[in-house]
């Protein structure tokens, strides 16, 4: 799979908690980045509209950045969990909307790249659990073969704050590649056709997976400096990227030097005593 | 003088004459002029030629050679034709080009076949040897040494003639000659760190000369410690000679061994602290940290601080023998001897002088080592047996300029990101986990992921400072931060229309678009982005840490109190040798006493701190008893009582009985006459150290002499006592109004009778409160009510501030130490040690501290705030953490300060006024605080954040404030504080786990 995704992109795989911070919050700017309102109209994923914030008298006027936070909280946590085959980047325009891209290594819809759309309530944690929508329509029992959203709502019927997260919903669009499910499918005609004509099933899916890749290096769908989009390879591009991908694998020793610089210690491991190391390197 | 001509001839460039002459012109001239000088010296040469009786007829001309030789003084016009030659001929061999393969050139294969120099020098000192001459030859060596073009030092007949020069020079005294000295040692070591194979020789010269091993190194020594250039150069000269130690063991192990260097360094600032002036000046109230601008007005600090320098300088690039040795000197040299002692002084303006020097230094020293020193004796010396540290902390609690200078010290110290420091100061208080109920335990790693602990901070936002509520004043002062975005702060009037702010953002591109209806805080912004930046230095900085501190590693249930004692003893000793020394000392004296003699628990609790002073059998044994070690795990139980105390006292504010304290009062000196009886010395001494803080309590009216810093010293003495008594008060009034006799159970049914004291008290009690009024606030309160009831103007005033500090802080800084010392009973109490107590007690009186202190104060907790130690971050800011119900979170201070200031804005009709007022004064200041901090430290980074954007919009002339409205003030801080730990809060929830993976 030769593809490749812009630079923004590749870091993001290799060390997205990185990205994270910086883009989402250039504070150095003195910005602060946008919340949903804006960027949600353009899929109108959830009709929720007042934020709840308002509702809280006095100290409304942090209610954004508790959501702000909430939010990249999540996407700390997703950056952690390290998802096999998933990447996702929050929007530059809202925080409530994410891009991702699955890759399908195995099982039915091997080779398969999906690019998707993750929309978060703006009343999150407290609302409903996200929507996730694919661009194309993958032929899936779960997947609308119309608007390619994933039923996800069947996996988490009541969304828990502290116990849901958005990792899990990731997680749950990985799965549903690997093990079908046939009930109460959006897709009916899927549905049947698996249970019914699997070699059938098969070769559609087959096409689906062919068509999704045939439109990989389309224009993302929406318009946002963060979204997800490929190109053919280009060493002009890529290789710098990639090159800077594999350096930092090698980096967090030489960060580790530098970190010494500031911090002091001579306690040894172990112990819960002041200059309690043995031989007291005090020049290390 | 044929050098200096010579020199000085050279700098003009006559080198370049001598260009395009031919080297054997060159070496003809050169031999020439020799022959003439030979034919002179060997005139007079005492050995060879009777010629030198003849001169005896020839008019002396040499004015200053009367008596002087020997053989006669030498006529002028023949000492001057050899000056002549001199010159020129040092000329050709300076400008002589090395052979072949770097073989002498031929004018330098003459000088050393012929040993020229040496025979000039010998003619020298068949002359007059004054100091003119000395000054002579020297300048000629420089020369030679620093601009020769092949290398001359390799060579005996040069070397030993100048080692033999310099040792004559050693003992001399005019500036001239010692500037000179200095210069030529100063270039001897350039060329020996260049070329380190001349070593050798250097040392067989002066073996040859029967001097000193490795001259050049000895007589550099007594200008280590001098100003000026001459003391820079040749600290600089040995700077260069302790680089070449690091690879060359010999010269690392005579210096270790046969030089003085360590010692003379080592003493050398014990000297130069000597005479720095024992008493600062404090400019003004704000004054908290001596600034560069401060010190640059000091010659004696800046030597001080020169020599600092150079010790840090040494040590970092010296062998490591060199390093050890003269760390250990340091600190057995410096620091305990004089140091400490200065740290315990008798009067509050010295005591709180040595703390800002010592603050200082901590903040001059770079290197690693030497901090370890600097460190390792705050936290592990002790001083009439008490910990230094423990002192220090104590001292937070001081009214007056002591506590600010002591606030500004935990500045510093927390901000090295030390985890010995940390360890000490919290962390391991926190270790054990007791400080919280046992189920929670696993929310100490959980990240607050929706924001809750900062909402829950932020709500506690006093509703006159409320952006929503504020009425217009405060409104504009709002869309004043606004106004960064480009709009005028009349747009900004009109609140109301928030809608045209975030619209007008959009436009601009930066948009927060953040729904119409809601009022964006935009200063928080700036308070995230600071956040962002400390936690992560924070983190990069706790890299090296040994453990994370999480609640899982240490393992709480290893450290349980009292296990956490053990490893001390061992560890406290420092590695070096002479530290060794001292240890047996802090040892002994916690445990030679019996143990198993405590008829009295409770007090020995509470005693125990007194150990510093105290060395009264009784305490001491409870103290070998129950610590084996000195090293005291959390203590508990002092803080928690204290605690109670305060909410007593808050609780009970303005019922405070007269009777109760007088009775008190009578134990008090009871016990203390007893207490006397034992030793008197002590308790003189190391009240002198505490003093400070309890003076101000003893007497109301040297309180407000105070603040000049101007407290006699006698009053000092009564001071002491009355310290004693405070803190005894604190001991004596629980078994007092117990009136328990038996020992163990005091300490429960106490804290029992307080819990429900505290309870009963909330809604009004009867009988109860009398006991609790007795105990808790004795000191304290009189004081604080009349400050709190009585009108504006005394509230401001600084007396009313700090008396009350006094009182209650004296007796509580002083039980806050015992914890430390204090082992048994305590250990099952939760305690989260003396340095957040003090700070929390601090913290609680805020509207009555003075602006300064809230800002360090606040300062301080916020960089706390910002440590990634799960256990810390816990501690201070995850708001749904539950804690035991005697350990005060800073939540729960934060709350009451937060209902102190609405009942203060409830019954103030203009306190919104006022606090707009207040807020515009800060803003105006905000500038110049800015460079201040910038040069002063780490803290306060965020208010400078706050106030840049601040400072854009000119300030509306507000009405006049005056900074004695502390609680108007603190109520402006109190609000941006809790953005600040808000934003903190925040900022841990999404970056905790990420940069420690990496």
Redesign the interface.
């Known amino acids: 799979l030769a593809s490749s995704q812009r630079s923004d992109n590749e870091e993001q795989s290799g060390?997205g908690?990185q990205r994270?911070?910086p883009a989402r919050?250039p504070?150095?700017?003195?910005?602060?980045p946008?919340?949903p309102?804006?960027a949600a109209p353009i899929t109108k994923p959830s009709p929720l509209g007042?934020?709840i914030?308002?509702a809280n008298?006095?100290?409304?006027?942090?209610?954004?950045?508790?959501l702000e936070?909430?939010l990249?909280?999540?996407?700390?946590?997703v950056?952690?969990q390290k998802l096999p085959g998933i990447y996702v980047q929050p929007s530059h325009k809202s925080a409530l909307m994410w891009f991702g891209v699955i890759f399908i290594r195995h099982g039915l819809y091997q080779d398969g790249v999906f690019k998707f759309t993750v929309y978060i309530p703006d009343n999150y944690?407290d609302g409903e659990c996200p929507k996730l929508v694919f661009d194309i329509p993958v032929f899936h029992p779960l997947v609308d073969p119309v608007s390619g959203e994933l039923d996800v709502r069947r996996a988490f019927t009541k969304w828990r704050?502290?116990h849901n997260?958005i990792w899990q919903v990731l997680m749950y669009a990985r799965t549903v590649f690997y093990k079908i499910n046939t009930t109460d499918p959006l897709n009916p005609e899927a549905a049947v056709l698996y249970e019914k004509d699997v070699q059938l099933f098969k070769s559609k899916v087959v096409d689906s997976v062919k068509l999704c890749n045939s439109h990989l290096f389309d224009q993302p769908k929406i318009d946002d400096p963060y979204a997800i989009s490929f190109s053919p390879w280009n060493p002009a591009v890529h290789e710098e990227a990639k090159e800077r991908m594999f350096t930092y694998k090698r980096r967090?020793e030489d960060?580790?030097k530098?970190?010494?610089a500031?911090?002091?210690?001579?306690?040894?491991?172990?112990?819960?005593?002041?200059?309690?190391k043995?031989?007291?390197p005090?020049?290390? | 003088m044929m050098a200096s001509v010579v020199a000085n001839g050279n700098r003009d460039g006559q080198s370049l004459v001598l260009k395009g002459v031919d080297p054997e012109t060159c070496m003809i001239v050169f031999k020439n002029h020799w022959a003439q000088v030979v034919k002179i010296l060997e005139k007079h040469d005492p050995l060879r030629s009777s010629s030198a009786l003849p001169s005896l007829s020839v008019i002396n001309l040499t004015a200053s050679s009367s008596g002087s030789s020997r053989f006669g003084p030498i006529p002028g016009d023949e000492a001057s034709a050899v000056q002549n030659y001199v010159e020129h001929m040092l000329f050709l061999l300076m400008e002589e080009e090395s052979g072949q393969a770097g073989a002498m050139g031929p004018i330098l294969e003459f000088v050393v076949m012929e040993n020229v120099m040496e025979r000039l020098f010998v003619w020298s000192l068949r002359r007059e040897f004054t100091d003119d001459m000395k000054l002579e030859q020297l300048k000629m060596y420089e020369m030679l040494v620093g601009q020769a073009r092949q290398p001359l030092l390799h060579h005996k007949p040069i070397l030993r003639p100048l080692m033999m020069l310099l040792s004559s020079c050693s003992s001399t005294t005019a500036p001239a000659v010692e500037a000179e000295l200095v210069l030529l040692l100063n270039q001897l070591c350039y060329v020996l760190a260049k070329d380190p194979s001349i070593l050798e020789l250097f040392f067989h010269t002066s073996e040859d000369q029967g001097a000193t091993n490795f001259l050049i190194f000895s007589l550099l020594i007594p200008f280590i410690h001098r100003e000026g250039t001459v003391g820079q150069q040749a600290r600089d000269a040995l700077l260069l000679i302790m680089s070449l130690s690091a690879e060359n063991e010999r010269v690392a192990k005579h210096i270790a061994e046969n030089t003085f260097f360590c010692p003379v360094l080592a003493t050398g600032l014990s000297g130069l602290y000597s005479s720095l002036p024992t008493k600062l000046e404090v400019p003004n109230e704000e004054w908290h940290c001596l600034h560069k601008e401060d010190w640059l007005q000091m010659p004696s600090l800046i030597q001080f601080l020169n020599s600092l320098e150079f010790c840090n300088a040494v040590i970092q690039v010296a062998h490591p023998d060199i390093r050890d040795q003269l760390v250990s000197y340091i600190y057995n040299g410096f620091l305990v001897p004089v140091l400490a002692p200065a740290l315990h002084k008798l009067t509050l303006e010295e005591v709180m002088t040595t703390t800002a020097y010592l603050d200082l230094f901590l903040r001059s020293v770079t290197e690693p080592a030497l901090l370890q020193t600097f460190l390792s004796f705050i936290l592990l010396h002790r001083h009439e047996n008490v910990h230094i540290l423990d002192t220090l902390v104590s001292r937070i609690n001081t009214p007056f300029q002591l506590g600010i200078v002591s606030l500004a010290l935990f500045r510093t110290l927390i901000g090295l990101y030390c985890e010995d420091v940390m360890l000490q100061l919290v962390l391991r208080y926190l270790i054990p986990c007791n400080h919280m109920m046992l189920s929670q335990r696993r929310v100490v790693r959980e990240r607050d992921c929706y924001s809750a602990s900062a909402a829950k901070i932020l709500a506690l936002t006093p509703s006159c400072c409320s952006p929503d509520r504020s009425p217009p004043p405060l409104r504009q002062l709002d869309s004043i931060l606004f106004s960064k975005g480009g709009e005028t702060p009349d747009n900004s009037g009109n609140t109301e229309e928030k809608k045209s702010f975030s619209e007008e953002n959009d436009g601009s591109g930066n948009s927060c678009t953040i729904g119409s209806e809601i009022y964006l805080d935009v200063s928080y912004l700036h308070y995230l982005y600071d956040a962002r930046l400390s936690i992560n230095s924070c983190i990069r900085a706790c890299q090296v840490w040994s453990a994370p501190y999480d609640g899982e590693d240490p393992p709480p249930e290893k450290y349980q109190p009292g296990v956490l004692e053990e490893p001390g003893l061992t560890s406290r000793q420092p590695q070096m040798a002479l530290k060794k020394a001292q240890r047996p000392f802090a040892l002994q004296a916690g445990s030679c006493v019996p143990p198993g003699t405590d008829p009295l628990p409770v007090n020995q609790l509470e005693l125990e701190w007194d150990d510093s002073y105290d060395a009264c059998p009784v305490q001491t044994a409870d103290a070998s008893a129950e610590r084996g070690p000195p090293q005291p795990p959390p203590a508990e139980p002092p803080k928690h009582i204290q605690e109670m105390r305060r909410t007593a006292r808050m609780l009970v504010k303005g019922s405070y009985i007269e009777e109760n304290d007088f009775q008190d009062d009578v134990m008090v000196y009871d016990l203390i006459a007893k207490k006397d009886s034992g030793d008197v010395e002590r308790t003189s001494k190391p009240s002198g150290s505490q003093t400070e803080e309890t003076k101000p309590g003893s007497a109301e009216v040297p309180l407000k002499n105070g603040l000049n810093l101007t407290v006699p010293s006698p009053a000092m003495v009564d001071n002491s006592s009355n310290s004693l008594d405070a803190k005894a008060n604190g001991q004596t009034d629980c078994n007092a109004n117990l009136q328990n006799t038996t020992a163990v159970e005091l300490g429960d049914d106490l804290l029992a009778q307080y819990e429900e004291l505290i309870r009963t008290l909330d809604h009004e009690a009867g009988g109860k409160p009398v006991k609790a009024d007795g105990e808790v606030k004795k000191p304290i309160t009189p004081v604080e009510v009349v400050v709190v009831e009585e009108d504006e103007m005394d509230f401001a005033s600084f007396s009313a501030e700090t008396p009350e500090p006094e009182k209650l802080h004296s007796p509580f800084g002083t039980i806050n130490r015992f914890r430390s010392g204090s082992a048994t009973k305590n250990n099952s109490l939760p305690f989260t040690g003396p340095f957040i107590s003090v700070l929390l007690s601090r913290l609680e009186n805020m509207l009555s501290n003075s602006l300064h202190v809230n800002l360090l104060l606040t300062g301080i907790l916020a960089q706390l705030a910002a440590y990634p130690q799960p256990l810390l971050r816990s501690f201070l800011l995850n708001t749904n953490l539950v804690f035991q119900p005697t350990v005060r979170s800073l939540y729960q201070v934060l709350a009451i300060v937060k209902n102190q200031i609405e009942e203060l804005a409830a019954s103030k009709k203009d306190f919104t006024e006022l606090i707009t007022a207040a807020q515009h004064w800060l803003m105006a200041r905000e500038p110049s605080f800015i460079e201040t901090d910038k040069s002063g430290g780490s803290s306060g980074s965020n208010h400078q954040e706050g106030g840049r954007i601040l400072k854009n919009s000119p300030p509306p002339k507000p009405k006049a404030i005056s900074l004695e409205r502390t609680e108007v003030f603190a109520t402006v801080l109190f609000t941006e504080f809790l953005k600040e730990l808000a934003a903190i809060a925040q900022e841990h929830s999404i970056l905790s786990y990420i940069p420690m993976e990496e």
Request: aromatic share 12%; no cysteine.
């Open positions: 060390h908690e994270a911070s919050m504070f150095g700017r003195k910005q602060l946008p919340i309102k804006n007042t934020p914030q308002s008298g006095t100290h409304a006027s942090y209610g954004p950045f508790y936070y909430s990249l909280a999540e996407f700390t946590l950056i952690k944690p704050r502290n997260h967090p960060h580790h530098v970190s010494q500031s911090g002091l210690s001579w306690v040894k491991p172990g112990s819960t005593q002041p200059f309690s043995e031989d007291n005090p020049q290390s």
